[in-house]
């Protein structure tokens, strides 16, 4: 009995040890790799931009008993398509007419950049899963090419081009969820409130008139201007987490 009493010590002794062990290992700092892609829940057509973002990135954390923290250098891209604009809202000079089908007004955007993202994430007791807040700074360098041909086929013929650009330095918050799939991998869901800026060049048509025999030709944009708007577009991310 006294044996078996000395060896059932030594098995708690053991799982005691290995118990904290494992402990130990949960708690400190960690790393990991990001990738991630985004969906907008709104479709924000004037800023020519797609629904999607595409993001990646590296994240260094601290574990500790109230949960993780984390900190994460990485990149963010938006992606926008050339798209013809609808030139019924294009502003056009007193005195002029804009001819829609003999003109264009091609437009193509993009958002992207570097990013820091601050967290805090905490495992649900006794689950796989767990719930993370948190903000990121910046990737929000708003980019648009234009190129444009407009007239009202007599009297004068506008041609423009050219690139407008803004960068700021946003906050955009989120909340979310993650599942561990293994104790490298796992997985997230997040609603993001993605902020930046856009710049949108804005044509006014027909500012120089000619004549019927005499149509005047040529650039005609002192009267143009990048319209800024600041922007919260929500975005539902999906992303994967590999831990090294």
Known sequence: MAYMRNDLGRWLAIM????????????????????????GLSNNQEDH?????????????YVSPAGRFGLELGYQYKPGNQTNTDLSAMPVAVGATLDPSQSVDSRKSQVGGLTLRASFERRLTGSEWSWRLGVQVGGAKFRQEYI????DGVRYEDTYNGIVTKTTVPLSPFVGV???IDARQSIELNVISLGYSSANYQHVAGTVLGTASSPELGGHTAKDSVIVRKRSVPHLEFG???RF
């Open 16 to 39: 005691a040890l290995t118990a904290t062990s494992a402990a130990a290992q949960d708690a400190g700092f960690d790393g990991a790799f990001k990738l991630r892609t985004g969906y």
């Open 49 to 61: 931009l797609d629904r999607r973002t595409l993001g990646l990135g590296f994240d260094f954390g």
């Open 178 to 180: 993650g599942y561990a």
């Open 240 to 242: 994967y987490t590999l």
């Open 148 to 151: 444009g041909d407009v007239t």
